[in-house]
């Protein structure tokens, strides 16, 4: 059947067939507060010294959701007392959160009763109003986290609105972005507390409006809220961390938090190599996808996964993902590559582009007309973090791996335009044009871009090849051997894109392995 573009519940069972058998839980750590193998990982980037929790402030009158426990222990304390935001002694964050299901009618027994005229907040207004809380303190314990700069901040705004920037229309519970108005487009992670099948589709879409993403994450709470996993997916499948208690581990559940707002994009999945200082439209579709649904697929979703958190099981070895010879095939360990061609052959490759008429674009921002020489970053919240460069006009604004929305209207009718910047090896390339993206959430996730350097146009292919060193290079080789032939782009340079610690970013490396048996 035809995928609709608004058909929820279809595209609900399309990602999580596609998911199917390429998702790995981690196997549940013995270490008390533990991280597990992948979040260490991926956070490697941020090294500023988290605060403990015991050590945390904050003033009474900031604490905004209160129950009756809070209420006896300040008792006695006026509004502007500065108090713990953590009880050590009760081993309990000093913040209402809820224990219950929005759905559920049952109060929980240390929650107030509702009183008349007083306002009814949603778990996600409690949650997000938490999180901002501990970010505030957590910077004004740590001079360093202030001097990152960070301009992420927790929103429910789109808990009962759809996000835009999408015909697919889904209500993420929270999320975490630089702009007061989130779209797909600039969401850099998506916590929830309620994770169904949708968390797939929500995965989708972000990987999808941001197809540079190394990874897209969602925060999940679970056992009545008091139980914190990462969920990551990636063009290879997904993993699920270890579970962390946000009360018994309240300094491994603040290490989380600060990483995810304090940290380097590529913290939370952007590509350090890419960035961007204007908003960046993707180009259409080239055609409505098909595909044919079985019955019941034999194998659940990341999401899915988690719908029921008492069945994760604690010891499954996350090393390798399972297959039968009737089932999708696994994917193997993919490197994420960069091929440069000159732009020759551009026009036959736009004849490729379906482009949707459109009203005629209003007219364009001026672009910057001057740049910095390349210059090395220390570990902050810009990226091109190896290679950093942005224009002399943009000085006290610095480039974005999530765009913001602005008045320049980039579509695929308006002409090539500096938009952001892209790292291949050693040098660095002004982003014209984004020429085309696949998508889905497994696969090569292909980006082209237009690119310029030194007044001559390039195109860049940026995917994820699967298989090994031969597989990687297979079409970097064939490129090379047809080399002067008419109508073959001239390949004029390739890399394995490296991570900021100057290693290859391959998929394999966000899955635990277990040692061998003999």
């Given at each position: 059947?035809?995928?609709?573009v608004?058909?929820?519940?279809t595209?609900n069972r399309?990602t999580?067939?596609e998911?199917n058998?390429?998702v790995?839980?981690?196997?549940q750590?013995?270490?008390?507060?533990?991280?597990g193998?992948l979040?260490?990982?991926?956070f490697k980037?941020f090294?500023?010294n988290?605060?403990?929790?015991?050590?945390l402030?904050?003033?009474l009158s900031?604490?905004?959701?209160?129950?009756?426990?809070?209420?006896t222990?300040?008792?006695?304390n006026?509004?502007d007392?500065?108090v713990p935001?953590?009880?050590?002694?009760?081993?309990f964050?000093?913040?209402a959160?809820?224990m219950t299901?929005?759905?559920?009618?049952v109060?929980?027994?240390?929650t107030?009763?509702?009183?008349?005229?007083?306002?009814?907040?949603?778990?996600?207004?409690i949650?997000s109003?938490?999180l901002n809380?501990?970010?505030?303190?957590?910077?004004e314990?740590?001079?360093?986290?202030?001097?990152l700069?960070?301009?992420?901040t927790w929103s429910?705004?789109?808990?009962?609105?759809?996000?835009?920037?999408s015909?697919?229309?889904?209500?993420?519970?929270?999320v975490?972005?630089d702009?007061?108005?989130?779209?797909?487009?600039?969401i850099?992670?998506?916590?929830?507390?309620?994770?169904?099948?949708?968390?797939?589709t929500?995965?989708y879409?972000l990987?999808?409006n941001?197809?540079w993403r190394r990874?897209?994450?969602?925060?999940?709470?679970t056992?009545?809220?008091?139980?914190?996993?990462v969920?990551?997916y990636?063009?290879?499948?997904?993993?699920?961390t270890?579970?962390i208690?946000?009360?018994?581990n309240?300094?491994?559940?603040?290490?989380?938090?600060?990483a995810?707002?304090?940290?380097?994009?590529?913290?939370?999945?952007?590509?350090?190599?890419?960035?961007?200082?204007?908003?960046v439209?993707?180009?259409?579709?080239?055609?409505?996808?098909s595909i044919?649904?079985?019955a019941?697929?034999?194998?659940?979703?990341?999401a899915?996964l988690?719908?029921?958190?008492?069945?994760l099981?604690?010891d499954?070895e996350?090393?390798?993902?399972?297959?039968?010879?009737?089932a999708?095939?696994?994917m193997p360990?993919a490197?994420?590559?960069?091929?440069l061609m000159s732009?020759?052959?551009?026009e036959?490759?736009?004849?490729?582009?379906?482009?949707?008429?459109v009203?005629?674009p209003?007219?364009?921002?001026?672009?910057?007309?001057?740049y910095l020489?390349?210059q090395?970053?220390?570990?902050?919240?810009?990226?091109?973090l190896?290679l950093a460069?942005?224009?002399?006009?943009?000085a006290?604004?610095?480039?974005?791996?999530?765009p913001?929305?602005?008045h320049?209207?980039?579509?695929p009718?308006?002409?090539a335009?500096p938009?952001g910047?892209?790292?291949?090896?050693?040098?660095?390339y002004?982003?014209?044009?984004?020429?085309?993206?696949?998508?889905?959430?497994v696969?090569?996730?292909?980006?082209?871009?237009?690119v310029?350097?030194?007044?001559?146009?390039y195109?860049?292919?940026?995917?994820?090849?699967?298989?090994?060193?031969e597989?990687?290079?297979?079409e970097?080789?064939?490129?090379?051997?047809?080399?002067?032939?008419?109508?073959?782009?001239?390949?004029?340079?390739?890399?394995k894109?490296?991570?900021?610690?100057?290693?290859?970013?391959?998929?394999?490396?966000?899955?635990h392995a277990?040692?061998?048996?003999?």
């Amino acid at each position: 059947m035809s995928i609709l573009v608004n058909d929820v519940p279809t595209l609900n069972r399309m990602t999580t067939i596609e998911l199917n058998r390429l998702v790995t839980t981690e196997p549940q750590s013995l270490a008390n507060g533990s991280l597990g193998h992948l979040l260490p990982l991926i956070f490697k980037p941020f090294t500023a010294n988290v605060p403990q929790a015991h050590t945390l402030r904050i003033k009474l009158s900031k604490i905004l959701h209160h129950d009756t426990q809070i209420n006896t222990i300040f008792s006695q304390n006026s509004p502007d007392d500065i108090v713990p935001l953590y009880d050590s002694q009760a081993g309990f964050w000093n913040w209402a959160l809820p224990m219950t299901p929005p759905q559920s009618s049952v109060n929980s027994n240390d929650t107030l009763p509702p009183q008349l005229g007083v306002e009814k907040f949603t778990h996600e207004e409690i949650f997000s109003s938490f999180l901002n809380a501990l970010d505030t303190v957590m910077a004004e314990s740590e001079d360093k986290l202030i001097t990152l700069s960070a301009t992420r901040t927790w929103s429910a705004s789109n808990s009962t609105v759809a996000v835009s920037g999408s015909d697919i229309k889904r209500k993420p519970d929270l999320v975490l972005s630089d702009d007061i108005k989130p779209k797909w487009g600039n969401i850099c992670y998506k916590p929830a507390q309620r994770i169904v099948k949708a968390a797939d589709t929500q995965a989708y879409l972000l990987l999808s409006n941001q197809p540079w993403r190394r990874f897209a994450l969602i925060l999940s709470f679970t056992h009545q809220y008091r139980e914190l996993r990462v969920l990551l997916y990636d063009h290879a499948g997904g993993v699920v961390t270890p579970h962390i208690k946000i009360h018994q581990n309240p300094d491994a559940f603040a290490q989380i938090i600060a990483a995810v707002v304090f940290g380097s994009p590529e913290c939370i999945g952007y590509d350090s190599t890419v960035a961007f200082w204007k908003n960046v439209p993707l180009p259409p579709p080239l055609a409505t996808r098909s595909i044919t649904f079985p019955a019941d697929p034999d194998s659940e979703s990341l999401a899915a996964l988690l719908e029921d958190p008492q069945e994760l099981p604690l010891d499954n070895e996350a090393g390798s993902i399972h297959s039968s010879s009737d089932a999708l095939e696994p994917m193997p360990p993919a490197d994420d590559t960069l091929e440069l061609m000159s732009n020759d052959n551009l026009e036959s490759l736009e004849d490729l582009i379906e482009e949707p008429l459109v009203p005629p674009p209003s007219p364009p921002v001026p672009p910057p007309t001057s740049y910095l020489l390349p210059q090395p970053l220390a570990v902050t919240s810009v990226p091109l973090l190896g290679l950093a460069s942005r224009p002399l006009q943009w000085a006290d604004t610095a480039c974005s791996s999530t765009p913001h929305p602005s008045h320049f209207p980039h579509t695929p009718q308006s002409p090539a335009e500096p938009c952001g910047q892209i790292r291949v090896n050693n040098k660095i390339y002004t982003i014209l044009k984004i020429l085309f993206t696949t998508k889905g959430l497994v696969g090569r996730g292909t980006v082209c871009y237009l690119v310029s350097l030194d007044e001559e146009e390039y195109i860049i292919k940026d995917h994820w090849v699967q298989g090994g060193e031969e597989k990687v290079l297979n079409e970097i080789n064939m490129l090379k051997a047809m080399s002067g032939i008419p109508g073959v782009p001239e390949l004029v340079d390739y890399w394995k894109v490296k991570r900021s610690d100057d290693v290859i970013d391959q998929t394999r490396h966000y899955c635990h392995a277990e040692n061998p048996s003999i």
